[in-house]
Antibody, heavy 118, light 108 residues
């Protein structure tokens, strides 16, 4: 079954860290560029980060650059998002997403909720 | 950075045609894809930039893109089409993806 399953979300106070994980199955993960996209409660979609198929290139949105770090382990079919110095505005559902043709995002996980609260 | 503008809401009667727009400077020169998000669910790619539909998406869905406006058209609207719809483009100068603010489609 082709799917992405996120885990690692939770409730954390501001300034703390959290690491999200995404397990990929049913497709060739090692050749697939990947993204993280987030959605704050009641808000729209916000692109967070991209990683190339081999992990050599990463890109970040302006609001997270320097605090969030994307990585992957192709031997485990896993994508990660290390979240440091969390702020209230990082509260959102975080989706693991596969890169598709011509810049599309063709496969989404179910999402994992991160709540930053004091 | 590039901004995509969508109307917050669109209403359509069952069986009629809904059109959801996505505006941006010279957006017609870019690839724009469309996503459907039902309440409590993850987004789903429903239309590629070139009019191709992922498996399972009905032919009632179509797209256009020219000048400063891209559009998603849903013909013969059904209650099951009620959802939030997002346009998305790729900033090809980087890996950045840009989303519109989303449009809530109501079928009533």
């Amino acid at each position: 079954q082709v799917q992405l399953v996120e885990s690692g979300g939770g409730v954390v106070p501001p300034g703390r860290s959290l690491k999200l994980s995404c397990a990929a199955s049913g497709f060739t993960f090692k050749i697939s560029p990947m993204h993280w996209v987030r959605q704050a409660p009641g808000k729209g979609l916000e692109w967070v980060s991209f990683i190339s198929y081999d992990g050599t290139a990463q890109h970040y949105g302006d609001s997270v650059r320097g605090r969030l770090s994307i990585s992957r382990d192709n031997s485990k079919n896993r994508l990660y998002l290390q979240m440091d110095s969390l702020i209230l505005e990082d509260t959102a559902v975080y989706y693991c997403v596969r890169d598709g043709v011509r810049g599309s995002l063709d496969l989404w996980g179910q999402g994992t909720l991160v709540t930053v609260t004091s | 950075s590039y901004v995509l503008i969508q109307p917050p809401s669109v209403s359509v009667a069952p069986g009629q045609t809904a059109r959801i727009t996505c505006g941006g400077p010279n957006i017609g020169s870019n690839s724009v894809h469309w996503y459907q998000q039902r309440p409590g669910r993850a987004p789903l790619l429903v239309m590629f930039d070139d009019g191709a539909r992922p498996s399972g998406i009905p032919e009632r869905f179509s797209v256009s893109n020219s000048g400063n406006t891209a559009s998603l058209t849903i013909s013969r609207a059904e209650a099951g089409d009620e959802a939030d719809y997002y346009c998305q483009m790729w900033d090809s100068g980087s890996a950045r993806r840009v989303f519109g603010g989303g449009t809530k489609l109501t079928v009533l």
